[in-house]
């Protein structure tokens, strides 16, 4: 039995070599399976489950090469299906994937969180304990004992970014410099670090939304079912978890079951993970010493500084005087024959919604009477020059505070006299566009 207190399973981990002492849930850091074969991917330690059909197991998931499949578990019975089927009627061995289970079928493989009527799978509980709830219902002081966490000291975040080819240990906020994400695959085009959603109708996702081909639609989540609408389908009745409809073929009486809703009453703002249920903007008022609050703006903070200092000129920061639309850019220098704007793009503003983005620009177009805008995005953060990746000037300290890493002062300061050169630049020359975009430090640029 495994050594750890209590625990009856058998043992299958200990450092390599050692006879095994630990099943898989206590394990210590740095033991491997010692009992099962391991995949043949040079340095891999996980079990194989992969190879041609009709073959003994070679690869892992992670390292199978194409036209391997999983030939260990059975799979949905969906004709041509290769998921791991979890779904079935109540009581029933599990038969169907999440994808293709019937109305009524459950989760009979997965404990379901105990609070009453919902099937959720638990991840949540008091340090130590094993899972019972799920994450909307998880009581105070309890976190997440079901995944492996951020080796940072007091982080709970699950792991996601280590060295290429090394299993996660670092989360996305305390990554160390080099540190990529390990956990989420990324589109194929070269260079692009985004997650990929698109492919050809039935295929895996490849590519994300800026590189897709023709004829590629979003495979990643569900569409609409309104003839020929290939939108995301977000909304359905209350109760549902399956959305049916996007926004602009909804029926009376649905509502966004996939996006949450802020739990401040009377707001019906989306929200993020990051802000526990509250939207950004009743996160920032209702917990102000929280370390993301103490973060926030940091780093526009600090640029709007720089610029203001040296260029006293009449900036405006975060308002458009007399605008309607409530748009507000990070700094706005009024020529009178055309605007300057600088925008502070954190991580290149890659989860932003491109179409969200330009609508912005337009009405921030409009509040400005649709005079020409110069638009100079500056990024503060990762990005790649050359095919190499240039780390961000920008790190969290073990107080949760947001700074300028040490190693990164002199690079920082390169960055601010490029964006000072640009707005020299502007502050003489006129552009022949209705809006100009400049990108400063992004991929590729």
Same mark, same amino acid.
């Given at each position: 039995?495994?050594?750890?207190?209590?625990?009856?399973?058998?043992?299958?981990?200990?450092?390599?070599?050692?006879?095994?002492?630990?099943?898989?849930?206590?394990?210590?850091?740095?033991?491997? $399976?010692?009992?099962?074969?391991?995949?043949?991917?040079?340095?891999?330690?996980?079990?194989? /489950?992969?190879?041609?059909?009709?073959?003994?197991?070679?690869?892992?998931?992670?390292?199978?090469?194409?036209?391997?499949?999983?030939?260990? =578990?059975?799979?949905?019975?969906?004709?041509?299906?290769?998921?791991?089927?979890? +779904?079935?009627?109540?009581?029933?061995?599990?038969?169907?994937?999440?994808? @293709?289970?019937?109305?009524?079928?459950?989760?009979?493989? %997965?404990? /379901?969180?105990?609070?009453?009527?919902?099937?959720?799978?638990?991840?949540?509980?008091?340090?130590?304990?094993?899972?019972?709830?799920?994450?909307?219902?998880?009581?105070?002081?309890?976190?997440?004992?079901? @995944?492996?966490?951020?080796?940072?000291?007091?982080?709970?975040?699950?792991?996601?970014?280590?060295?290429?080819?090394?299993?996660?240990?670092?989360? =996305?906020? @305390?990554?160390?410099? #080099?540190?990529?994400?390990?956990?989420?695959?990324?589109?194929?085009?070269?260079?692009? $670090?985004?997650?990929?959603?698109?492919?050809?109708?039935?295929?895996?996702?490849?590519?994300?939304?800026?590189?897709?081909?023709?004829?590629?639609?979003?495979?990643?989540?569900?569409?609409?079912?309104?003839?020929?609408?290939?939108?995301?389908?977000?909304?359905?009745?209350?109760?549902?978890?399956?959305?049916? +409809?996007?926004?602009?073929?909804?029926?009376? #009486?649905?509502?966004?079951?996939?996006?949450?809703?802020?739990?401040?009453?009377?707001?019906?703002?989306? !929200?993020?993970?990051?802000?526990?249920?509250?939207?950004?903007?009743?996160?920032?008022?209702?917990?102000?010493?929280?370390?993301?609050?103490?973060?926030?703006?940091?780093?526009?903070?600090?640029? !709007?500084?720089?610029?203001?200092?040296?260029?006293?000129?009449?900036?405006?920061?975060?308002?458009?005087?007399?605008?309607? *639309?409530?748009?507000?850019?990070?700094?706005?220098? &009024?020529?009178?024959?055309?605007?300057?704007?600088?925008?502070? &793009?954190? %991580?290149?503003?890659?989860?932003?919604?491109? /179409?969200?983005? %330009?609508?912005?620009?337009?009405?921030? *177009?409009?509040?400005?009477?649709?005079?020409?805008?110069?638009?100079?995005?500056?990024?503060?953060?990762?990005?790649?020059?050359?095919?190499?990746?240039?780390?961000?000037?920008? #790190?969290? #300290?073990?107080?949760?505070?947001?700074? !300028?890493?040490?190693?990164?002062?002199?690079?920082?300061?390169?960055?601010?006299?490029?964006?000072?050169?640009?707005?020299?630049?502007?502050?003489? @020359?006129?552009?022949?566009?209705?809006?100009?975009?400049?990108?400063?430090?992004?991929?590729?640029?």
């Amino acid at each position: 039995m495994c050594i750890h207190p209590d625990c009856k399973k058998r043992p299958s981990h200990n450092k390599e070599g050692e006879r095994p002492i630990y099943c898989a849930t206590h394990r210590q850091d740095g033991m491997v $399976n010692v009992v099962k074969k391991r995949c043949i991917h040079k340095g891999c330690k996980t079990c194989p /489950s992969h190879n041609k059909e009709g073959e003994r197991p070679i690869y892992c998931s992670v390292h199978r090469l194409d036209g391997m499949v999983n030939v260990v =578990s059975k799979t949905c019975i969906h004709p041509g299906c290769r998921t791991l089927p979890i +779904y079935n009627v109540e009581g029933e061995r599990p038969i169907y994937c999440k994808e @293709h289970k019937k109305v009524d079928m459950v989760d009979v493989i %997965n404990k /379901s969180c105990i609070h009453m009527g919902c099937k959720k799978q638990p991840q949540f509980n008091i340090e130590g304990k094993k899972a019972i709830y799920c994450k909307e219902h998880k009581k105070e002081q309890m976190i997440d004992v079901s @995944h492996p966490r951020c080796i940072h000291k007091d982080c709970k975040k699950r792991p996601s970014h280590n060295k290429e080819g090394e299993r996660p240990i670092y989360c =996305s906020v @305390h990554r160390l410099d #080099g540190m990529v994400n390990v956990v989420t695959k990324k589109c194929i085009h070269k260079g692009c $670090n985004k997650i990929p959603t698109f492919n050809l109708e039935g295929g895996k996702a490849l590519y994300c939304k800026e590189h897709k081909n023709v004829n590629m639609v979003d495979v990643s989540h569900d569409r609409c079912i309104y003839t020929d609408c290939n939108k995301r389908a977000n909304f359905n009745m209350e109760g549902e978890t399956k959305g049916i +409809y996007c926004s602009s073929h909804k029926l009376d #009486g649905m509502t966004d079951i996939i996006n949450k809703i802020c739990k401040t009453h009377l707001c019906s703002t989306s !929200v993020r993970e990051k802000y526990e249920g509250y939207c950004f903007y009743c996160y920032m008022h209702l917990f102000p010493d929280k370390p993301v609050t103490r973060n926030y703006k940091t780093k526009e903070y600090s640029v !709007v500084e720089y610029v203001k200092t040296n260029y006293s000129h009449p900036w405006i920061t975060d308002k458009i005087t007399g605008g309607c *639309s409530r748009r507000r850019p990070d700094l706005l220098l &009024d020529l009178m024959d055309q605007v300057l704007i600088v925008e502070v &793009d954190e %991580n290149q503003h890659v989860d932003y919604d491109c /179409s969200c983005e %330009n609508k912005r620009i337009m009405e921030l *177009s409009q509040d400005l009477a649709h005079r020409p805008i110069v638009f100079i995005r500056f990024n503060p953060d990762e990005y790649e020059k050359d095919g190499k990746k240039v780390t961000s000037c920008w #790190g969290v #300290g073990q107080k949760g505070i947001c700074a !300028v890493k040490k190693s990164k002062k002199t690079e920082w300061k390169h960055r601010l006299h490029a964006l000072g050169e640009t707005i020299e630049y502007w502050l003489t @020359h006129r552009t022949d566009k209705t809006v100009e975009i400049i990108q400063l430090f992004y991929d590729s640029i």
